[in-house]
């Protein structure tokens, strides 16, 4: 591979780097463009399969699924290369969205987001991995500009196009969507490892042994039966002492005590370095997923607003993702990376403070829109740089481990975030009367995303 001040190295977009680039954005774009069309309709399918309070655990099941992939995606990767497992993903993927669109029950579409989450988890990590070992280190922040930009068009389409299918056709054609575009990218990625030398994706040796790939192995199992506890015990919950309630008390302690094994020591209690670079990454993930999953519902239930001004309202922040991954991404750029991480977890704070305020004083509704601009912004500031970072603090031969924690760090923040909201709206929800409910929740979400701006001044080494 080319040093990383040759100039022989021009950009993700060189002679040398292009279709491996564009097998990894077309990716992106089908992930981008399921996530924001699924959120559009989720308000159509919940009612359908009259499962409305149970809204937030369609999202949180594909998560928790997603946790295992990524756990097994980091073991697999360093045994054998990040580009079979990334295939297996696609079709999983597929897999997935097809049984959802399928599904005349709530069980049946659950299972479909948990193949979905599953071939994610997989998916995701494998394109990190082919990051941190096709591309030098001096290219790989104008790589995840060009990842983040390519979440703008299908956001931006995503979501008109979903309601208009929800509403003209039926939600289930926003699923089977998927599908067909998923199996193009899985020929063009087959095409594209024929292209790609091997030995350039597998330089790195990784340095755990069997033993150590059989305990990650096992600990991803256990992490996901434990985000799965808190899933099943917190959706449809109601406060008081229940065997549910005490199913979501040993979930989360299964959490506490599996979480630590798969990511850096030292993640939980802010240690320097990149064990601060996961604690940001969960912290912003578990805000931001959160506020977006009950954004559609708040908008809709409450206010009245259409599918497609709900959706179209998600994809204003799209817009302020990719133009925050645009800066950190500048050549020019001066600020050092770790303040780009606090200054994201402020503007997430900032902009779902906000929405608070929107549903608790009952303001107008555009508010809300232009207040996921600023969440966008921080998402592309704190989330991006926290890669770049996740890559620049670990030696080659850890990129597999380092990207299946950052994943896992990215997905734990999210599942755990969406379970609490779910848990407080399903114990508090009364129909059309929840403004309070709304205003607590994104108030809580944003009080979880400052935290971020100590974590973000912890990552200076």
């Known amino acids: ?50 499962a409305v309070r149970s809204y937030g655990f369609a999202f949180s099941v594909m998560l928790t699924a997603q946790l295992l992939g990524i756990v097994l995606a980091g073991v697999w990767s360093d045994r054998s ?25 709530l069980p049946v579409f659950l299972a479909g987001r948990a193949l979905t989450g599953l071939g994610g988890g997989l998916l995701v990590v494998m394109l990190y991995v082919i990051a941190g070992r096709f591309y030098p280190e001096s290219i790989r922040p104008r790589l995840f500009t060009y990842v983040s930009a390519a979440w703008v068009l299908p956001s931006l389409l995503g979501a008109p196009v979903s309601a208009w299918l929800t509403t003209h056709l039926s939600w289930r054609w926003v699923f089977w969507g998927v599908v067909p575009p998923v199996l193009v990218t899985m020929a063009a990625l087959a095409h594209a490892r024929r292209r790609v030398d091997a030995a350039s ?17 096992w600990a991803g199992v256990g992490i996901a039966l434990a985000a799965g506890a808190v899933q099943v015990g917190t959706h449809e919950l109601v406060l008081d002492l229940s065997p549910r309630t005490g199913l979501a008390l040993a979930g989360l302690v299964g959490v506490v005590l599996v979480a630590p094994l798969l990511v850096p020591r030292g993640t939980w209690r802010m240690a320097r370095g990149l064990p601060s670079v996961m604690l940001s990454r969960a912290l912003l993930t578990g805000a931001f997923y959160a506020g977006v999953t ?15 001004t709900a959706g179209l309202s998600l994809a204003v922040g799209a817009v302020g993702w ?17 303040r780009l991480v606090e200054i994201g977890g402020a503007l997430l704070a900032a902009g779902f403070a906000v929405v608070a305020v929107v549903a608790g004083f009952g303001l107008p509704w ?28 670990s030696p080659v031969e850890e990129h597999g481990e380092a990207s299946s924690s950052l994943q896992l760090a990215d997905v734990l923040g999210s599942v755990l975030g969406i379970a609490a909201a779910t848990a407080l709206f399903a114990a508090r929800h009364v129909p059309g009367r929840d403004d309070a409910l709304f205003a607590a929740i994104f108030l809580g979400l944003a009080a979880g995303a400052a935290v971020v701006v100590p974590a973000g001044q912890r990552i200076r080494t």
């Open 366 to 393: 555009w508010l809300v829109p232009l207040a996921l601009v600023l969440t966008g912004v921080a998402m592309g500031l704190g989330v991006t740089t926290t890669t770049v970072l996740s890559l620049e603090l």
């Open 322 to 338: 990719a133009a925050g991954a645009w800066y950190q991404g500048h050549d020019t750029l001066h600020l050092p990376r770790y």
């Open 81 to 105: 290369g990040p580009l079979v497992g990334a295939v297996t993903g696609q079709a999983l993927l597929a897999t997935g969205s097809a049984v959802c669109g399928f599904a005349s029950t």
């Open 201 to 217: 994706l597998s330089v790195a040796v990784s340095g755990r042994d069997h033993a150590a790939h059989v305990r990650a192995a």
């Open 1 to 50: 591979m080319d040093d990383a001040s040759s100039p022989r190295a021009p950009g993700p977009l060189g002679r040398g780097y292009l279709e491996v680039t564009l097998s990894v954005l077309a990716l992106v774009t089908i992930v981008a463009f399921e996530s924001m069309a699924v959120s559009t309709a989720m308000p159509t399918v919940a009612r359908e399969l009259d």
């Open 294 to 308: 009950y954004v559609p519902l708040f908008l809709v239930g409450q206010r009245g607003l259409s599918l497609q």
